[in-house]
């Protein structure tokens, strides 16, 4: 398998959280002008989110992993996967590349730049809304790495279209994503105050999927061989 430069890694998870992001925001932004039916909006923003992962998880997982998260890249920073150097250049990578996203939304429909959200996203159960759409996200990855590698691209997509609908918080499960649509006023926005409840569970989801995992995945175990016992044979 080839290893990329970290250059290119970084370019690529700065690219892929851009446009992960710019479908997030400006989905919703054409959903909401599209429809004034909540359902309707929701259904707009879910489709293309699953639909995009799809696509940039099978163009640049060979190139970067295809994070696009700082707990995914934490996960495999604690499995020892990718050193504590790389994960630090990775959560930037991410992080400028999802405001940028914003960014980018926001121009593409003509709206300023530079906005703060005042959406409301907090209490409990958003909050365990995110440990579980969290938790469902690293499990399914961490389960394909062993099982369906090839399938990961579509089981993501698919984990993140579901959890939108199943989880109250409609499955941020991912800080950079998080913190990126803070910076807008639209229908993906998140409050900047409600930030710290979002990223603090969704670290504690994926510690939790990556030690349910470990512990699910460590390998069949040897079981003692059946003996004919003697006088029998």
Aim: aromatic content about 8%; glycine content about 8%; hydrophobic content about 50%.
């Amino acid at each position: 398998m080839t290893t990329f430069e970290l250059k290119r890694r970084l370019f690529a998870e700065t690219l892929g959280t851009a446009l992960l992001v710019a479908t997030v925001v400006g989905s919703g932004i054409m959903a909401d002008r599209l429809s004034d039916d909540a359902a309707v909006s929701l259904l707009g923003n879910t489709i293309p989110t699953g639909a995009i992962l799809v696509v940039l998880i099978t163009l640049l997982g060979p190139i970067s992993g295809a994070h696009f998260n700082p707990v995914v890249t934490m996960v495999f920073a604690v499995r020892r996967e990718i050193s504590s150097r790389d994960t630090l250049f990775y959560v930037l990578a991410q992080v400028i590349g999802g405001i940028a996203g914003t960014w980018i939304a926001h121009a593409m429909f003509d709206l300023p730049i530079l906005q703060v959200s005042q959406t409301v996203r907090a209490g409990t159960g958003q909050w365990i809304a995110e440990i579980v759409a969290t938790f469902g996200l690293l499990f399914t990855i961490l389960c394909s790495l062993r099982f369906r590698s090839d399938a990961i691209p579509w089981l993501v997509g698919l984990n993140i279209t579901a959890a939108y609908w199943a989880t109250a918080s409609t499955s941020f499960a991912n800080p950079a994503v998080a913190i990126a649509r803070s910076f807008t006023d639209t229908f993906s926005g998140i409050r900047p105050l409600d930030l710290p409840g979002f990223i603090a569970s969704e670290a504690v989801g994926a510690l939790l999927a990556a030690a349910v995992a470990g512990w699910l995945l460590a390998g069949p175990s040897s079981l003692p061989k059946t003996t004919t016992p003697k006088g029998a044979e």
